[in-house]
């Protein structure tokens, strides 16, 4: 049986704004050290890290505190096809959309529709 071992991570950039959606191969990860993500404008999006291939480790810079946090997954939930939507944990504003690549692409692009209507009503 042949697993899926990439994933996509969504995250807001801390510097430009922009949504910026990754694919990730999680078995591609160095084994010492971290994998860094950047935006276009160059801002360090995210950091990934495993150590063993049984937790990953992702260490998010939030748009909503502008503090980084760390969020710890079993390759078992990162890979189980689901969606994980990680959270500010001062604000509880939804930061990042993390697992299935379609799933993550999919509710990203409905986040940022969603977060440019209500733009709209409160402009008006």
Known sequence: MLFDTNIGVAVRCTNCGKLAIRNISLFNLPKDGFNEERCGCGRVLFKIKSGDSKSFRVHINCIACGKEHLYTFS?????SGKLKILNCPSSRLDISFVGNRELVRNVAIKHQKDLQELIKVLEV
């Open 75 to 79: 390759s078992k939930l990162i890979l």
